[in-house]
């Protein structure tokens, strides 16, 4: 007989059977065997007559939830408990989070054993956690699991509660959530502070300054004894000038005529200051800090992070990724300790080991920072990890060993020059003793760099001293609206509100943009005009559900009730049930609130015109007398960004019909500019009546303004796409030509595909045939099997038994997961982001496998069929 071990996942497993004795079996659960029905197909009939059917969730008896096994997750279960019907143990060692518990829970509920069962827990993934781990297994925690479903329940009761009213009141495939909508809130405020921000200028004077032949910036600071307005004395969400500020606000003439009044008049040295400063190195990571950091440095989505995070977890490299704790144990702090001493020498050491204090609110996800796992910390370059993995496994390391090193030492340095009625500044840094910079700067790929970058030289001035000024410039300055956020900074905002848990900030921000609440544009997060819409809907009416002081005091009361001090079934009762609970609100304001209404998006400035949500998307409206005009709006253009100059060109185009640039000299026919769902684009004469060939179109690359756009830019782009020649060896055509993802060359090689590549910075229009070989000559930043290029929505990971790759797709008939030659669409309920690779891999097996039978029957149909007509032929 055996003990069997069960984990969340196959690449778990795999990496955990090295560490136990041979008589231990170890099965992956594949994630969550048993969860709410994701759609009513997945209800059980037996309760499908009752009206709370759709929740999920019995809100008559005790918030009782209906658990069902996910589709395509029976023959997992069924695996399980074929292998427990050959244990003598079971050990449920699945991650140590609430989720973790939950699952271990779950699995008890289905299996029902009937041998001993230990819960086991660990943090990493090494062999001496994995035998600590066994000799100390508990039981499982009721409290965890209590507020795990306690945070399940209420995401399905807001969800599904608020979701249907959306549809109703706004449009069909909307969708709220008990954090996705406050996330949504926070984008949306953002961008109404843009819309409601009024840019101011102001002026100021640099001068190049020249002491002992060094060359040095100074930058004028007061003027007659006032000081000079800087960005620091506007108000950052209007963009004027700070009421009451007693400052000196220069026009670009006032900054001209003091430039011209300083020519040639002599500058002194009177004040130097040399002040000593340091810097203590960042705690190691928690998961919201190394969300934003390799958003930051590497340029990855928080999805992403988690992922390669995850992996790193489970083949052993790092410790457990969903924590908020910045704790290292003492085993860590020696492995890091060890490192600096063996890299840097003993003088980059911090005098005393430190360690560091958790200063987020409920803290409780697991007892350790992340961190590389194990006694003695691999170094990157020895892990023998690639790419991403490679890359973020340094980044980690880098922090945790920074994390012990002494402080930097620094001397910031002033120095006042003044001339005539102005004072001008000078400010430099000096590096006296690097300390932990030496292993790691916060927003920075390489620390070399980034300590030259620290310091700024300058000469040795002391009072009295009379600089030559080179060169004197007028500095123009605008104040620029609130950035858009991030996912590092949304993550940032949100963890330091309380709202969620970093361990579901990817899932949110990936949930965000499926259901098109914003859009990714150069790392900035964009909110829709239907995030504007959803928002004003639910602000109006369930101004508590989108607050993130509500949203905040949630997430206590799950942490309380993690910990046993709170009971989960009276809270959730007043939430749902209360006098002003979520079902009485629901029912109150669902008459009152008129979908004609709920559908404009309140924005201002728009002279006449009303932005409204439409069943095809947003679109503007205008009333010209007794004509209403109606004209969809562009996916790219942003509510901030939407004015009426905008707004009259859209609806000119709409009534007048398009703007003609010219005529083609070839054929004649008008050349048309029109305004399109995806922008500016192009036609080459009019609509066809009946079936007759449509003409031809082109769009232009983003960036391309409206006011640019010209009858030979047109015709230029009109061409497209062009062919540039053959290639040397297939002999097959190359072109140039512009799609909806941007400009592009493509090789075309008949029957083994076609090989495209994005132009970035070449121009289409201009690309020559040895350019076009050159980059086509470069490798792929994403490598696919030979002839296809499409580009993954997501990379779920690699299977464990071929290690082939798992990726997600966008097909022409819906999302799509692929390994090798097999195809499955994403099951209803599940969206890019919520998809796993345990799930897929479970619905793999169920579809391979289907197909097997299949075939074995088709053989046997196929061997009646023949015996049959051998029979006839007698």
Known sequence: MSTLVIVESPTKAKTIRNYLPKDYI??????????????SAEVPAEYKQYPWSRLGVNVEQNFEPIYVIPKGKNKVVQQLKKALANAEELILATDEDREGESISW???QLLKPNVPIKRMVFHEITKEAINKALSNCRDIDENLVHAQETRRILDRLVGYTLSPLLWKKIARGLSAGRVQSVAVRLLVQRERERRAFVQAKYWDLKALLCQDKSDFEAKLITLDGKKLATGSDFD?????????????????????????????????????EEKPTKRSPYPPFTTSTLQQEANRKLGLGAKDTMRIAQSLYENGYITYMRTDSVHLSEQAITAARSCVEQMYGKEYLSPKPKQYKTKAKGAQEAHEAIRPAGSSFKLPKETGLRDREFALYDLIWKRTVACQMADAQLTQIAVNIAVENAVFRSSGKRIDFAGFFRAYVEGSDDPEAALENQEVILPDLKVGDRPNCKKLDV??????????????????????????????YASIIGTII????????????????????VTDLLEKNFQELVDTKFTSKMEQTLDDIASGQEQWLPYLKNFYQGENGLEN???????????????????ENLEGATVKIGKFGPYIESQEGEEIIKSSLPEDLTPAD???????????????????LGHDPETGFPVYLLIGTYGPYVQLGDEPIGRAKKPKTSSFPKGVQLEDINLEMALAYLQLPRTLGEHPETGKPIKAALGRYGPYIVHDQGKDGKDYRSLKEDDVLTVTLERALEILAQPKSTRGKRGKTKTPLRELGNHPEDNEPINIYQGPYGVYFQHGKTNVKLPEGETVESMSLEKALALLQEKEGGKKTTTKRKKATTAKKTTRRKTTKK
């Open 26 to 39: 170890v099965e992956a659960s594949m994630g969550h065997v048993r969860d709410l029905p994701s759609s």
């Open 236 to 272: 950052p969400k209007t963009g004027q000038l700070i009421k009451n500020k007693k400052v000196v606000v220069l026009s670009e003439e006032e900054a001209t005529a003091l430039q011209k009044q300083l020519k040639g008049k002599t500058w002194i040295v009177n004040d130097c």
């Open 514 to 533: 499926d259901r098109g609440y914003a859009q990714i544009r150069q790392k900035a997060l964009i909110p829709t005009f239907t995030a504007f819409a």
């Open 475 to 504: 500095v123009g300055h605008e104040t620029q609206p609130p950035a858009r956020y991030t996912e590092a900074s949304l993550v940032k905002t949100l963890e330091s509100e309380s709202v969620g848990r970093p361990s579901t």
């Open 106 to 108: 779950h699995l008890l």
């Open 585 to 603: 609100q629901v029912k109150e304001r669902e008459t009152a609130i008129d979908p004609q209404s709920a559908k404009v998006i309140d924005l």
């Open 642 to 660: 939407l004015d009426p100059e905008q707004i009259q060109t859209l609806l000119k185009q709409k009534k007048e019909g398009p703007t003609v």
